[in-house]
């Protein structure tokens, strides 16, 4: 199948699978998105040398779909994580904590990604060892390191900042 043919997939199926993807997604520029990756990976199918196929974009569709249903939740899960934190927190933490966004924010990204892994997103440390490619040793002195720097940068008490943040995982 030629160019051409996959062009004249494009145009037969393109409105079929938006429409399914916005009634799954119930926003119309997400469902744009979704469709145009769905596209995207049917064509990456077609320069293989797989003919598109109405089954393959609608299972496309579907696994982009769920994707993008995980992402959601994840997202939802986040929100309600850091409410529960922020809420639990008296409002004269606020400076507190916008210090410390700043401090991190202004980490290399690497140390950045280490902190997300550890105390966001809340993987082990073995994991976290394994995605990183480092050993688990690595992986704990840097953490180590950076509670150290981010609490001598917020003007803490390093012990004290050190036991509060270590996850009895770590």
Same mark, same amino acid.
Do not use: C
């Given at each position: 199948?030629?160019? #051409? #043919?996959?062009?004249?997939? !494009?145009?037969?199926?393109?409105?079929?699978?938006?429409?399914?993807?916005?009634?799954?997604?119930?926003?119309?520029?997400? $469902?744009?998105?979704?469709? #145009?990756?769905?596209?995207? &990976?049917? @064509?990456?199918?077609?320069?293989?040398?797989?003919?598109?196929? &109405?089954?393959?974009?609608?299972?496309?569709?579907? %696994?982009?779909?769920? %994707?993008? !249903?995980?992402?959601?939740?994840?997202?939802?899960? /986040? &929100?309600? *994580?850091?409410?529960?934190?922020?809420?639990?927190?008296? &409002?004269?933490?606020?400076?507190?904590?916008?210090? /410390?966004?700043? $401090?991190? $924010?202004?980490? *290399?990204?690497?140390?950045?990604?280490? /902190? !997300?892994?550890?105390? @966001?997103?809340?993987?082990? /440390?073995?994991?976290?060892?394994?995605?990183?490619?480092?050993?688990?040793?690595?992986?704990?002195?840097?953490? *180590?390191?950076?509670?150290?720097?981010?609490?001598?940068?917020?003007?803490?008490?390093?012990?004290?900042?050190?036991?509060?943040?270590?996850?009895?995982?770590?």
């Amino acid at each position: 199948m030629g160019t #051409a #043919a996959f062009e004249q997939f !494009y145009r037969e199926h393109y409105g079929s699978i938006l429409a399914t993807a916005h009634l799954r997604l119930g926003d119309y520029a997400e $469902a744009q998105d979704i469709t #145009a990756e769905t596209f995207r &990976v049917i @064509w990456q199918r077609h320069q293989d040398g797989r003919s598109p196929t &109405v089954p393959a974009a609608f299972q496309t569709l579907r %696994n982009l779909t769920g %994707n993008e !249903y995980r992402r959601r939740r994840r997202s939802q899960d /986040l &929100v309600t *994580k850091l409410t529960s934190v922020t809420s639990s927190r008296p &409002v004269e933490d606020a400076p507190a904590d916008i210090d /410390l966004l700043q $401090a991190v $924010a202004e980490l *290399k990204e690497a140390d950045r990604e280490l /902190l !997300y892994l550890a105390y @966001w997103a809340d993987i082990e /440390l073995k994991d976290i060892a394994g995605i990183l490619e480092l050993k688990p040793g690595t992986v704990r002195m840097r953490l *180590k390191r950076l509670r150290e720097h981010l609490a001598a940068k917020l003007g803490e008490d390093s012990d004290t900042q050190t036991k509060e943040a270590t996850h009895e995982r770590h």
